[in-house]
Nanobody, 124 residues
Framework: QVQLVESGGGLAQPGGSLRLSCAASGFTFSSNAMSWARQAPGKGLEWVSGIGSDSVTHYADSVKGRFTISRDNAKNTVYLQMNSLKPEDTAVYYC??????????????????WGQGTQVTVSS
């Protein structure tokens, strides 16, 4: 019943920007914490950012100051604005409904629900 659909990925040049969206349905969006996580080829799942039901935000050190997570409860959508992109940001980006916390996402990846992912490629 829970459905999360990521979109907005694509190809960007280093220093460029992309805005990811995660459209949610099948649950009370406004009461749920949300996260973005990513997986690069050959790497494990990496938590990127989270936002609580109270809109308090959290960021991985690797994206701090470059990425901004936000939510629009009226649209049941969470966003990830990615600026100053680096090649190291290349990964499939996934949306999670259930927690905003790094430790929960990375230690218990089955927690909550996940979308199908959207590919982000940063290359010149």
């Amino acid at each position: 019943q829970v459905q999360l659909v990521e979109s907005g990925g694509g190809l960007a040049q280093p220093g460029g920007s992309l805005r990811l969206s995660c459209a949610a349905s099948g649950f009370t969006f406004s009461s749920n914490a949300m996260s973005w996580a990513r997986q690069a080829p050959g790497k494990g799942l990496e938590w990127v950012s989270g936002i609580g039901s109270d809109s308090v935000t959290h960021y991985a050190d690797s994206v701090k100051g470059r990425f901004t997570i936000s939510r629009d409860n009226a649209k049941n959508t969470v966003y990830l604005q990615m600026n100053s992109l680096k090649p190291e940001d290349t990964a499939v980006y996934y949306c999670n409904a259930g927690t905003s916390q790094k430790l929960v996402l990375e230690r218990f990846p089955a927690f909550g629900s996940w979308g199908q992912g959207t590919q982000v490629t940063v290359s010149s």
